[in-house]
């Protein structure tokens, strides 16, 4: 019995070291000699664009590379408790753009300006759309650089060609009322299971970005000019949110869990004749294998109302961290990347929208059908908003999310979930500092 | 008799309750899209395929399996020498004044933790060893708060044990060490095997840890592989079911081909009644 | 070797272990709940016990521990109920025993995140197959994981499905150490099969049952894997328990202060419920030297 243990133990044990020695040796290599390159990106086509190039890089330069790569709700966490603990774990970060101003706002990123100087650029290049540059600058729109504009996300409003042309909107709506008259026919003779309109109504997030470009549509905005003060408390804004009500009317059951995923499910199917949603959904449309509404889909700027319509921009930013100890090497590669090669290059493997004027008007591109969107893109990210440019979005998103969500379940009234969100946010925007 | 039957009808259903959601999961694995979305939903489905598992064998399926099993492994063995020896000293020997009491109920404690409270240090000091996106950073921390558990129920099933079988031993001449080696060890192996198999399935399936302190393959488990399927926009229902099944057979293997001494073993120590 | 440096070398290893990786996080746990952190400059600032005191007025918070109060009374409550009938009626000899008590406990062998997943894509739906079971009895529109009403009972009906074989687990090894001379003497007395359960098993099981309640008490009230990857904590806030709230507000906030005040309340109030159960089962002399 003892000499059958010794003998299970031992090699168990051998087994043990050999496996832990492998597993902290391999790491400490890197440093001296060969540099290593690693990003931090999400595991969807908008990091695995930047990952590819970056690999291709690597190979050419002769550089170690790694990628990180970690799902939308784990890259956030990631990025912040390396950045915070000031870890210098990543050389290059991807990043979602609401997230830039908490990064900025703690320096925790490497400001730009002077590595374009050195290369004797003044800045980013006037290729790059000017909202799409704005956002990558902080103070927004004035201060320094931070990161590349890497993929040009921004929010669409699709719609069933063949559906709204019998209306007589072959184009699409071109006011939110319209939306709501032409859907509430749709959804009245869908007989359940065609609906007018579908849209996110899973708290946070979805529900916010779903929400904002009809908020500023009605002419309302959640903050004043300079975020000292929550405007939520106007008329346009409970016009805004009355009129989510009606949508909601119109929209499936359950839509108050619904995210992305669902409304791309419902119109490829045939099933609903509008909604906002991302770029990444285009290509499928096309798709035979997953569609069955190919050519019938089309594209069209975000409906207005008391406003001119303008979409929630939604890009992916790549930038350096502060505590990196290859920026250099870091922003050769992201000038490479987003070069107008760069950039086409992540059009044609994953689909990636590109930043820069020039690829969107490449008409190689403009000829092939699944990017038939980029006019109307293009239009969208030059008349787009950015979320409000503040370092806690994130819990100013998660409280107005959960009130809207309450709207959407009907579980709140319009004016209370308002009431309540500008009493909330507003101690939200003091406990960060921006409020008195 | 009428209770036989019921009783057979009984355990059928549960039966079916129990292994209906395993089966529907492995047959995820194998759907396209056209199947996992079809109406009816169909247990077999109408166009297997094994796309899935080779989409996850592209995306690095080997390199996941070989941390889960490599943590696992390594984790229990650790777990299991620390926490015995622990356990051992804990049953036989009585420590001054209240301490006896004090450490065991320390030593369960920290069962207690939520990791919450522990994850950003960690992660903290795992940076400061230069341990982050390491094997052996997981398994150290995994060790940490397994030992508890293992220190627990090895004293139980060593205190089943009569300190007499020792003291005869040490009379003809035995060291304490060679007399636990030789007596009470293999008496306290079904113990030690119970032991051994939580504390496997334990980090097997551990995920918080995992997903803070890893970061590449290099040393990301299964668990992440599961979650890594849920994107931004979509969940990859049919990858997901594959990463699933693969997570889980293994597991399934193993508790089963020692799925007795867990019976057993519960019966020793922790458990007297 | 004496004995007394015996003991004491015997029990370094894991006391080392355990300082390091549970007394430095403690020790700074303590220390960042003292303190905030400023969003836009990453600046602390001490506050003593401001982050504890914001407790009592956050509805949110409050939101959390009801969700994980109803959670654990739910769960831990059916899975003893239901683990003990299976236990017991597996205690009895017949011939596929040993076969329906290895299926029994498949469900527990599985990550928990398998089993969040798996019946993730069950209760998807439009296409899941649990709506389309549901359908054919004529229940139509159930949301369960996915409606602000149903998705608590979803979650919790995913952990009693997973940790039942576990509560079963236990108090099948607690049946099977119960002495058979009690029994005999309880047939001589003419004792009903009623009457033998309440007087002979349920008390001879008690130390059982306290350490299969306790051990999954401490476990759903840190529950985490599956809410995460199954809801998020939504919708509307009805999923969110302690831990993912705790999680949310000092990863996705960075409000680390108020975080780690949270999970040492949570921490608390762990430690007294549990130690209910463990001065029971002193007193049952489980713990007996």
Redo the contacts between chains.
């Keep these: 019995m003892r000499k059958f243990l010794l003998f299970l133990i031992a090699p168990l044990f051998s087994l043990f070291l050999i496996g832990s020695v492998y597993a902290s040796g391999a790491k400490e290599q890197s440093t001296g000699g060969t540099r290593k390159l690693v990003l931090a990106t999400n595991n969807a086509p908008e990091g695995n664009g930047i990952a590819q190039a970056l690999r291709q890089w690597g190979q050419m330069k002769g550089i170690q590379v790694e990628v990180v790569a970690a799902p939308y709700s784990n890259i956030y966490e990631k990025e912040v408790l390396d950045l915070s603990q000031k870890t210098g774990l990543y050389d290059i970060v991807l990043l979602d753009d609401p997230w830039f101003t908490q990064f900025a706002e703690n320096k925790w990123l490497a400001n730009l300006t002077p590595y374009f100087v050195a290369a004797g650029q003044g800045g980013l290049s006037s290729d790059f759309i000017d909202k799409s540059t704005a956002i990558c600058k902080y103070p927004y729109a004035t201060g320094l650089i931070y990161a590349f504009p890497a993929v040009g996300n921004a929010q669409m409003f699709f719609y069933r060609k063949d559906i709204l042309a019998q209306q007589g909107m072959p184009n699409g709506p071109s006011t939110w009322d319209d939306v709501y008259n032409l859907g509430k026919k749709v959804t009245d003779s869908g007989g359940g299971t065609m609906f007018g309109y579908v849209l996110r109504g899973t708290q946070g997030n979805p529900v916010v970005a779903d929400f904002m470009p009809i908020l500023w549509s009605f002419g309302a905005q959640m903050f004043s000019p300079d975020f000292k003060q929550v405007t939520l408390n106007t008329p346009q804004a409970l016009n805004a949110v009355t009129f989510l009500t009606k949508l909601v009317s119109i929209s499936p059951p359950g839509s108050a869990s619904f995210d992305a995923q669902q409304l791309a499910t419902f119109e490829l199917e045939g099933n609903a004749a509008m909604m906002i949603n991302w770029p990444a959904f285009a290509a499928d449309f096309q798709n035979p294998s997953k569609s069955k509404v190919v050519g019938k889909i089309g594209y069209a700027p975000i409906p207005s109302e008391a406003t001119v319509g303008s979409s929630e921009i939604g890009h992916w930013l790549a930038a350096i961290p502060a505590a990196s100890k290859n920026k250099q090497a870091a922003f050769d590669f992201l000038q490479w990347a987003t070069s107008a090669e760069g950039q086409k290059t992540g059009v044609l493997s994953f689909g990636n929208p590109p930043t820069r004027k020039s690829v969107f008007t490449d008409p190689q591109l403009l000829a092939m059908p699944q990017f038939s969107y980029f006019p109307t893109l293009l239009q969208a990210i030059s008349n787009s908003t950015p979320r409000p440019r503040i370092a806690n979005w994130n819990e100013v998103e998660n409280t107005f999310g959960i009130y809207l969500s309450k709207v959407v379940a009907g579980t709140m009234t319009p004016q209370a979930a308002l009431a309540g969100a500008q009493t909330d946010i507003t101690a939200l925007m003091k406990k960060a500092g921006y409020v008195e | 008799m009428i209770w036989r039957i019921l009783r057979a009808v009984l355990l059928l259903f549960v039966a079916v309750i129990v292994i209906f959601p395993v089966a529907w999961l492995v047959s995820t694995s194998f759907k396209t899209d056209v199947d996992i979305f079809g109406i009816p939903p169909m247990l077999f489905p109408q166009h297997p395929t094994g796309s899935r598992y080779a989409q996850l064998w592209t995306y690095g399926l080997l390199a996941y399996l070989v941390n889960s099993v490599i943590v696992a492994i390594s984790t229990a063995v650790i777990t299991i020498v620390v926490g015995t020896l622990a356990a051992f000293s804990l049953a036989r020997f009585r420590l001054p004044g209240k301490w006896n009491a004090r450490v065991s109920f320390w030593i369960l404690s920290t069962r207690m933790f939520p990791p919450i409270i522990t994850v950003i240090p960690l992660f903290q000091l795992m940076r400061f060893l230069g341990l982050v996106d390491t094997r052996l950073g997981l398994v150290i921390a995994y060790a940490a708060f397994n030992v508890p558990f293992v220190v627990w129920m090895m004293r139980g099933f060593i205190v089943e044990i009569p300190r007499d079988l020792e003291e005869v031993a040490m009379v003809d001449g035995c060291s304490r060490m060679r007399a636990f080696r030789s007596i009470s060890l293999p008496l306290v192996v079904p113990g030690l095997a119970a032991t051994a198999i939580f504390t496997v399935i334990m980090s097997w399936q551990e995920f918080l840890f995992a997903l803070v302190l890893t970061q590449t393959p290099a040393s990301s488990t299964l668990p992440i592989l599961v979650s890594s399927q849920i994107t931004q926009y979509q969940i990859l229902w049919g990858q997901m079911g594959a990463a699933g099944t693969i997570t889980m057979v293994p597991v399934l293997v193993f508790a089963f081909s020692v799925q007795r001494y867990l019976v057993r073993g519960m019966s020793f120590g922790a458990v007297k009644g | 070797?004496s004995?007394?440096r015996?003991?004491?070398l015997?029990?370094a290893?894991?006391?080392i272990?355990?300082l390091?990786?549970?007394v430095?996080?403690?020790v700074?746990?303590v220390a960042?709940s003292l303190q905030t952190v400023?969003?836009?400059?990453?600046a602390q600032r001490f506050v003593g016990l401001a982050n504890f005191a914001r407790i009592a007025s956050d509805p949110l918070f409050w939101n959390a521990a009801r969700n994980t109060a109803i959670y654990t009374g739910i769960a831990v409550t059916v899975e003893l109920v239901l683990g003990l009938a299976?236990a017991l009626?597996l205690t009895e000899k017949?011939r596929s025993r040993n076969l329906?008590?290895?299926?029994?406990?498949?469900?527990m062998?599985?990550?928990?995140?398998?089993?969040a997943?798996?019946?993730?894509?069950?209760y998807m739906?439009?296409?899941?197959?649990a709506n389309?079971f549901l359908g054919l009895l004529g229940i139509k529109?159930m949301?369960w994981e996915?409606?602000?009403r149903t998705a608590l009972f979803s979650l919790v009906l995913v952990d009693i499905?997973e940790w039942t074989?576990f509560m079963f687990?236990?108090l099948?090894?607690?049946l099977?150490?119960?002495p058979t001379d009690p029994y005999e003497a309880a047939k001589v007395d003419g004792a009903t099969w009623f009457q033998e359960l309440r007087h002979v098993t349920f008390p001879?099981?008690t130390?059982?049952v306290l350490?299969a309640v306790l051990l999954r008490l401490?476990d759903t009230?840190?529950i985490?894997?599956q809410v995460?990857?199954m809801t998020?904590g939504?919708?509307?806030?009805s999923t969110e328990t302690?831990?993912l709230y705790?999680?949310?507000t000092?990863?996705?906030?960075?409000?680390?202060g108020y975080?780690?005040a949270m999970?040492?309340i949570?921490?608390v109030a762990?430690?007294v419920i549990?130690n209910i159960f463990?001065s029971r089962l002193r007193a049952e002399e489980?713990?007996?030297?």
């Design positions: 070797m004995d007394s015996l003991k004491y015997l029990l290893p894991a006391i272990l355990l390091v990786l549970t430095y996080p403690l700074f746990a960042a400023n969003v836009r400059t990453g299976m009626i017949f329906f008590r290895t299926i029994f406990l498949t469900p062998m599985l990550p928990p995140i398998v089993a997943i798996i019946f993730k894509i069950i739906q439009q296409y899941g197959v389309w529109g949301l996915a409606g602000p499905w074989p687990l236990i099948l090894a607690g099977q150490a119960i001879l099981l130390p059982a350490i401490m009230l840190r985490f894997d995460f990857v998020g939504g919708p509307a806030n302690l831990s705790v999680y949310q000092g990863f996705r906030f960075f409000d680390v975080a780690t999970s040492f949570l921490l762990t430690t549990s463990i489980v713990f007996s030297q």
